[in-house]
């Protein structure tokens, strides 16, 4: 690894000297990155990218690795593709917070807990991860040595794609297992309209007014919000369809604009062969759908909930 | 224009293209393409009987499309001459037009483009710039959303001869926009598309937002920016009395706008960077203030009268600041946007200047020119001979060579602006340069390398870069080696290989060959020959065995000083790493076989004198040499 500890070089050419964390000169601060940013959007008002490369350009070390910016990005770079400068933000944000953690300096994010008992060490979580956050290491257990997952804290976004993924139920992330899940899935029947469950993620209803809309549709409409598609469990879904409701409609984000970069991307693929399986058990019937929205289909989500529940009228008289 | 046309001694060719350019400065030979309109402009008077009853209506291209024309038409109600057109991509040919015309006969079908030769003193380049075409920005949704708009849609709805007659309504439903949004610098200032300032674009978007202000004084103005610059006299006051006006100036480039699918309002995102936060704020219109360009076709514009282009499309000027109005070729000028982007005043004073640029070839009798020119020994040519070659040819970035199989070439004197490429590429040494004859360049470097030749590095350099960054290193006071011996020639082109070897002969410890950077050349595409010529060298050398680093070659400009020195010293560092004897061993290991490269140089007229002279000079210079010491 390279020597950023001399005193000789100011925190910029440390940040440059570190692959992805070039072109920093290059911001002529124009707020492009921040005006496109999901997580100033939705998290945390103070997030702010340039003002980030600022600092850095500033040597103003303590204040970069204490700022939000550093440790909220997920890299999804919606940034990236329209920065003027062709500044790769993520990045270099991703170099700032390699000097943090390297400073001593620790992520403030909820991140996924394995449970060791249950590992089996496959090594599918280190496989499904975008953030090479989980890696398999000896450890000795019950007076044991065995092979098991350990998630670096500091790289987990707590996206819940590992979660989703693991064979064994042995990662977690608090308040999206499936058993809080389920306890969501009690929408009451109301005067025969079908009953559907729409799975959102966090990130893809861009507008303040989609998501008021969403939480505005009568009982039958069921909203559970997760991190990321990535989450979706096939068995979420069958669970689902087994508790007496009609439909599940998943919402993710739009092709490339994934807030954790391949959430939607495992889930299509998840999805596309769960529809694959219940139409070889005739349970098919389009009654799972995923819909990708981007962040300029504002107005999306009602022609998509409409749709469905339109679908799912006609698929229940048929019945 | 009108007056213009009018005008005795002006002769206005509209819809008209250059085809061909012949011949050199004040002797212009101009083919022109008259393109057909399928109208007789003498008979044409206008009346316009003929597009109402055309069945035919198309988009109309001076509109944007906003509005629709006949296939027969005239582009727009200021055309000159006022002749109309048809559009033979969307005519049916059913011939109502022909009998509207009836008496007058000015529509003939059977017309054909017509190409005339013309004779001209010099050539004025007026070609102007294109808009840059903001739907490759998906994140403005240009294209998509229906009332977002550019700003020269926005020139047309706001115009009284307009599509609209001047009401500046949305496109989606026709309302009158109560909240509009400009934004600033789309695709310019931006590395994905353009990465320059397109210069005119903030007075533009001020003169947009006043101009709506005073129309519609109840109209809520938001200018988005990054930079507003006013840098020319009376703008900043501009700016100032637009503020005053009321008009909102934002300053945070927008990252997205989303449509609200119901009313066709528009949200734009953007920081504000004096609140220090993000605002979203909804408009019932935007507009794009897009980026210049240059022309579609640029490139054949300029290979049809053999001007250069600077890095993005613009034709360069022949030096930024001493002839801005000049091209590399004598004779024709440059006017307007076409040479970067510039504002009306820039543009007005720019034309008007070429304009008397133009006017002094036109009334000059005698064309004076460089002296620097290359000339052809016949006697050595082997094309003269019979043989096939025309390298000459090939070199020459003005077409200033008249090649013909079998005979000498023919150079035109008042084309050849002296760069000496030919002079280098000439395998037989046929050619040489007034000035700088290889006798001359040969007595050069026999005299600087007259003694201890493996302790010098001999630099090329060219006149116009890499010359000028030596002496910036001189007065920067950058110090590098002494031991590095200048050799000026006027382009890279004109160094020749036989220079090269004859210097490794003659026992150089080290050789530059510098030049311009390929972008700055002055003559065009001088460097290029000459960089194909080092690169070709750098191989050969490799191939055999001579110490890496002792034959560099780097392209250095008038500002980079500083590298020169660098270079020099790097140079310098080379031949101290290698031991004194080896080098000497190597000098004269690679000794028969330069002498053997460099033969045919030793055949050239003269070289034999200048030897002697130079000869000459290094004995006085040795007898001088204990007294100095």
């Given at each position: 690894m390279a020597d950023h500890s001399s005193q000789a070089q100011t925190f910029a050419d440390q940040v440059r000297a570190i692959p992805g964390g070039e072109h920093l000169e290059r911001c002529y601060s124009c707020g492009t990155c921040v005006s496109k940013c999901m997580i100033q959007q939705k998290v945390e008002p103070e997030y702010n990218p340039r003002r980030l490369l600022r600092m850095v350009m500033m040597d103003m070390r303590e204040e970069a690795f204490e700022s939000p910016t550093t440790w909220l990005c997920s890299a999804c770079d919606l940034c990236y593709p329209a920065c003027p400068q062709e500044i790769h933000i993520s990045e270099v944000i991703g170099a700032v917070k390699q000097l943090a953690v390297e400073a001593g300096y620790e992520s403030p994010l909820e991140t996924v807990s394995v449970d060791e008992s249950l590992c089996s060490g496959c090594g599918i979580c280190v496989m499904t991860c975008p953030y090479e956050a989980p890696h398999l290491v000896e450890k000795e257990l019950d007076g044991v040595m065995d092979r098991l997952s350990e998630v670096d804290a500091n790289k987990c976004m707590g996206c819940g794609i590992c979660v989703a993924a693991c064979p064994m139920g042995a990662i977690a992330r608090p308040g999206v297992a499936n058993e809080d899940i389920r306890a969501q899935l009690d929408a009451p029947r109301r005067n025969g309209a079908p009953r559907m469950v729409t799975f959102v993620c966090d990130w893809c209803l861009r507008a303040d007014a989609d998501v008021t809309l969403l939480e505005s549709y009568p009982e039958n409409v069921q909203v559970v919000h997760i991190p990321c598609t990535g989450r979706i469990d096939p068995e979420m879904a069958l669970m689902a369809l087994g508790s007496d409701i009609d439909g599940v409609l998943v919402c993710g984000c739009a092709p490339g604009e994934c807030h954790y970069q391949r959430g939607t991307v495992v889930s299509s693929c998840k999805i596309g062969l769960l529809n694959r399986a219940l139409d070889q058990m005739n349970m098919g019937d389009g009654r799972v759908r995923f819909v990708q929205i981007g962040t300029q289909d504002r107005g999306r989500i009602r022609s998509e909930v409409d749709a469905m529940m339109e679908h799912l009228v006609s698929w229940k008289e048929a019945e | 224009m009108v007056d213009a046309s009018r005008?005795?001694?002006?002769?206005?060719?509209?819809?008209?293209?250059?085809?061909?350019?012949?011949?050199?400065?004040?002797?212009?030979?101009?083919?022109?393409?008259?393109?057909?309109?399928?109208?007789?402009?003498?008979?044409?008077?206008?009346?316009?009987?003929?597009?109402?009853?055309?069945?035919?209506?198309?988009?109309?291209?001076?509109?944007?499309?906003?509005?629709?024309?006949?296939?027969?038409?005239?582009?727009?109600?200021?055309?000159?001459?006022?002749?109309?057109?048809?559009?033979?991509?969307?005519?049916?040919?059913?011939?109502?037009?022909?009998?509207?015309?009836?008496?007058?006969?000015?529509?003939?079908?059977?017309?054909?483009?017509?190409?005339?030769?013309?004779?001209?003193?010099?050539?004025?380049?007026?070609?102007?710039?294109?808009?840059?075409?903001?739907?490759?920005?998906?994140?403005?949704?240009?294209?998509?959303?229906?009332?977002?708009?550019?700003?020269?849609?926005?020139?047309?709805?706001?115009?009284?001869?307009?599509?609209?007659?001047?009401?500046?309504?949305?496109?989606?439903?026709?309302?009158?926009?109560?909240?509009?949004?400009?934004?600033?610098?789309?695709?310019?200032?931006?590395?994905?598309?353009?990465?320059?300032?397109?210069?005119?674009?903030?007075?533009?978007?001020?003169?947009?937002?006043?101009?709506?202000?005073?129309?519609?004084?109840?109209?809520?103005?938001?200018?988005?920016?990054?930079?507003?610059?006013?840098?020319?006299?009376?703008?900043?006051?501009?700016?100032?009395?637009?503020?005053?006006?009321?008009?909102?100036?934002?300053?945070?480039?927008?990252?997205?706008?989303?449509?609200?699918?119901?009313?066709?309002?528009?949200?734009?995102?953007?920081?504000?960077?004096?609140?220090?936060?993000?605002?979203?704020?909804?408009?019932?219109?935007?507009?794009?203030?897009?980026?210049?360009?240059?022309?579609?076709?640029?490139?054949?514009?300029?290979?049809?009268?053999?001007?250069?282009?600077?890095?993005?499309?613009?034709?360069?000027?022949?030096?930024?600041?001493?002839?801005?109005?000049?091209?590399?070729?004598?004779?024709?000028?440059?006017?307007?946007?076409?040479?970067?982007?510039?504002?009306?005043?820039?543009?007005?004073?720019?034309?008007?200047?070429?304009?008397?640029?133009?006017?002094?070839?036109?009334?000059?009798?005698?064309?004076?020119?460089?002296?620097?020119?290359?000339?052809?020994?016949?006697?050595?040519?082997?094309?003269?001979?019979?043989?096939?070659?025309?390298?000459?040819?090939?070199?020459?970035?003005?077409?200033?060579?008249?090649?013909?199989?079998?005979?000498?070439?023919?150079?035109?004197?008042?084309?050849?602006?002296?760069?000496?490429?030919?002079?280098?590429?000439?395998?037989?040494?046929?050619?040489?340069?007034?000035?700088?004859?290889?006798?001359?360049?040969?007595?050069?470097?026999?005299?600087?390398?007259?003694?201890?030749?493996?302790?010098?590095?001999?630099?090329?350099?060219?006149?116009?870069?890499?010359?000028?960054?030596?002496?910036?290193?001189?007065?920067?006071?950058?110090?590098?080696?002494?031991?590095?011996?200048?050799?000026?020639?006027?382009?890279?082109?004109?160094?020749?290989?036989?220079?090269?070897?004859?210097?490794?002969?003659?026992?150089?410890?080290?050789?530059?060959?510098?030049?311009?950077?390929?972008?700055?050349?002055?003559?065009?595409?001088?460097?290029?020959?000459?960089?194909?010529r080092a690169k070709r060298l750098l191989r050969r050398f490799e191939r055999m065995g001579m110490t890496p680093g002792r034959f560099r070659v780097e392209w250095i400009s008038a500002a980079e000083g500083e590298k020169y020195a660098r270079v020099i010293n790097e140079m310098q560092e080379v031949l101290d790493s290698i031991p004194r004897e080896e080098l000497l061993e190597e000098i004269e290991e690679l000794r028969p076989d330069m002498a053997r490269r460099a033969r045919r140089m030793r055949e050239v007229p003269q070289i034999e004198e200048a030897s002697d002279f130079a000869e000459e000079i290094a004995e006085a210079h040795r007898a001088r040499e204990p007294e100095a010491v």
């Open positions: - | 005008h005795p001694k002006v002769d206005v060719r509209t819809f008209t293209e250059v085809e061909r350019v012949e011949g050199f400065v004040g002797n212009f030979k101009v083919q022109l393409r008259e393109k057909s309109r399928f109208v007789y402009e003498d008979r044409c008077n206008g009346c316009g009987e003929c597009a109402e009853v055309c069945p035919i209506e198309v988009p109309n291209y001076f509109e944007l499309s906003l509005a629709p024309r006949r296939a027969i038409d005239v582009p727009m109600s200021q055309s000159v001459p006022l002749v109309y057109n048809v559009d033979m991509d969307s005519c049916i040919e059913c011939y109502k037009c022909v009998e509207a015309c009836g008496e007058l006969d000015a529509i003939d079908f059977s017309m054909e483009d017509e190409f005339v030769w013309e004779d001209v003193g010099s050539i004025v380049v007026a070609t102007g710039f294109d808009h840059f075409d903001p739907t490759a920005m998906s994140e403005y949704g240009y294209g998509r959303f229906p009332n977002v708009i550019t700003a020269i849609e926005m020139e047309r709805l706001n115009n009284s001869a307009g599509p609209t007659a001047g009401e500046l309504i949305r496109p989606s439903d026709g309302e009158i926009p109560e909240r509009l949004a400009i934004i600033n610098c789309v695709g310019s200032r931006d590395k994905r598309f353009n990465p320059s300032c397109s210069n005119f674009c903030c007075m533009y978007s001020i003169k947009n937002a006043v101009l709506l202000k005073q129309t519609y004084p109840d109209i809520d103005l938001s200018v988005y920016y990054m930079d507003i610059r006013t840098p020319s006299k009376g703008y900043e006051e501009f700016y100032n009395r637009a503020r005053e006006m009321g008009i909102r100036f934002i300053q945070g480039r927008p990252g997205l706008i989303t449509e609200d699918p119901d009313t066709g309002n528009l949200y734009v995102e953007s920081e504000d960077r004096d609140l220090g936060r993000v605002t979203e704020r909804e408009y019932d219109m935007v507009m794009l203030n897009q980026a210049a360009v240059p022309q579609p076709d640029v490139d054949s514009i300029s290979s049809v009268l053999n001007i250069a282009q600077s890095p993005g499309g613009w034709f360069m000027e022949y030096h930024p600041k001493l002839r801005p109005l000049d091209t590399p070729t004598d004779g024709v000028f440059l006017a307007g946007a076409c040479q970067g982007p510039k504002d009306i005043p820039s543009s007005v004073a720019q034309g008007s200047g070429a304009a008397a640029r133009a006017g002094r070839v036109v009334h000059a009798d005698e064309w004076e020119i460089e002296p620097v020119i290359a000339a052809v020994w016949e006697d050595r040519c082997i094309s003269a001979q019979g043989k096939k070659c025309g390298l000459c040819e090939r070199a020459c970035p003005y077409g200033a060579i008249e090649y013909e199989e079998g005979k000498a070439p023919n150079i035109v004197t008042a084309k050849c602006h002296g760069c000496g490429g030919c002079v280098a590429e000439c395998p037989q040494n046929a050619m040489t340069q007034m000035h700088f004859t290889d006798a001359q360049i040969l007595a050069q470097m026999q005299t600087l390398l007259a003694d201890k030749p493996e302790e010098k590095i001999l630099a090329f350099r060219c006149h116009w870069c890499s010359y000028g960054g030596a002496d910036l290193a001189g007065v920067s006071h950058f110090e590098y080696s002494s031991n590095e011996r200048g050799l000026r020639v006027m382009c890279s082109a004109r160094m020749d290989a036989d220079f090269i070897y004859e210097a490794f002969r003659l026992g150089a410890g080290a050789v530059l060959f510098s030049g311009c950077h390929e972008q700055d050349c002055h003559y065009i595409t001088g460097q290029r020959v000459g960089a194909h």
